[in-house]
T-cell receptor, first 114, second 113 residues
Framework: AQSVTQPDIHITVSEGASLELRCNYS??????LFWYVQSPGQGLQLLLK??????LVQGIKGFEAEFKRSQSSFNLRKPSVHWSDAAEYFC????????????FGTGTRLTVIP | EAGVVQSPRYKIIEKKQPVAFWCNPI?????LYWYRQNLGQGPELLIR????????DSQLPKDRFSAERLKGVDSTLKIQPAELGDSAVYLC???????????FGEGSRLTVL
């Protein structure tokens, strides 16, 4: 069965510091992989996605993520965090069969301190 | 271009009362999803529509939940009767194709007292 693990419930970083949010997945095959961001009271916005090809993918707002098949991981990174990045971040996996049902992790809440 | 529109944004009801949520997807998006997001959790799929057809409703508690998308455009999710455990945010999303990017609405936050 598929599952997504985000081991960090809450992370606090200083503005300007680097960020890495962890995501591990369990899936029968290589899935599609996604990172979404959710600001308070808002819906989810897609940051980036991995389907195939280059394992380092670039997203919006300066985020990137690296797919590591051997580790079943898809960690999200940003070299310098801005105060506006404070939000909840969700990793998700989807099937390659064409049915776009996403399975989400439990999320990591990011706090940015000045 | 307008995004996915949901209403109401907030709803407070007493248990055993009915409640309904409405979703208007992005124009031209054939696939529509309803997700439930419990506090501190990620969203979980309730039902997925391809046009008017519900193609995946395996996670929908059918004893009290129902959904419809009669004309293949907007959709309604109903709970009757509501229970305390139904308190959550109900998210609607749409995509242009079954493999396309999901666009989410802002959600409808339900509180059952």
């Amino acid at each position: 069965a598929q599952s997504v693990t985000q081991p960090d419930i809450h992370i606090t970083v200083s503005e300007g510091a680097s960020l890495e949010l962890r995501c591990n997945y369990s899936y029968g095959a290589t899935p599609y992989l996604f990172w979404y961001v959710q600001s308070p009271g808002q819906g989810l916005q897609l940051l980036l996605k991995y389907f195939s090809g280059d394992t380092l993918v670039q997203g919006i707002k300066g985020f990137e993520a690296e797919f590591k098949r051997s580790q079943s991981s898809f960690n999200l990174r940003k070299p310098s965090v801005h105060w506006s990045d404070a939000a909840e971040y969700f990793c998700a996996v989807g099937a390659r069969t064409g049915a776009n049902n996403l399975f989400f992790g439990t999320g990591t809440r990011l706090t940015v301190i000045p | 271009e307008a995004g996915v529109v949901q209403s109401p944004r907030y709803k407070i009801i007493e248990k055993k009362q009915p409640v309904a949520f409405w979703c208007n997807p992005i124009s031209g998006h054939n696939t529509l999803y309803w997700y439930r997001q419990n506090l501190g959790q990620g969203p979980e799929l309730l039902i997925r529509y391809e046009n008017e057809e519900a193609v995946d409703d395996s996670q929908l508690p059918k004893d009290r939940f129902s959904a419809e998308r009669l004309k293949g455009v907007d959709s309604t999710l109903k709970i009757q009767p509501a229970e305390l455990g139904d308190s959550a945010v109900y998210l609607c999303a749409s995509s242009a194709t079954i493999a396309g990017e999901l666009f989410f609405g802002e959600g409808s936050r339900l509180t059952v007292l």
